[in-house]
């Protein structure tokens, strides 16, 4: 039997590079959510910050960096 794939199992292939723009689904996968998840944090002023050019949305791979530094949590803190 097979084991079933899950979000977890689908980490990103290389590690993030500063300086280059991430597309929705990218950001998503580094965050380990889906890009409507990534909707529903903009919508709500959370999450990473982001450039809206148009219609589309990137993402600054240092803005998703900060945003993983800044959500550190030291357990039991």
């Not at 998503?28 to 002023?45: E, K, N, W």
């Not at 240092?62 to 357990?75: A, F, G, K, R, V």
């Amino acid at each position: 039997m097979t084991a079933i794939p899950t979000r977890t199992d689908q980490a990103p292939a290389s590690p993030l590079v500063p300086g280059i723009l991430l597309t929705d689904a990218e950001a998503a996968s580094y965050l380990r959510r889906t890009p409507g998840g990534l909707r529903v944090m903009r919508r709500r002023g959370q999450g990473p910050r982001f450039v809206r050019d148009d219609r589309r949305i990137w993402y600054r791979s240092e803005d998703i960096l900060t945003y993983i530094e800044e959500n550190l949590t030291t357990p039991g803190a």
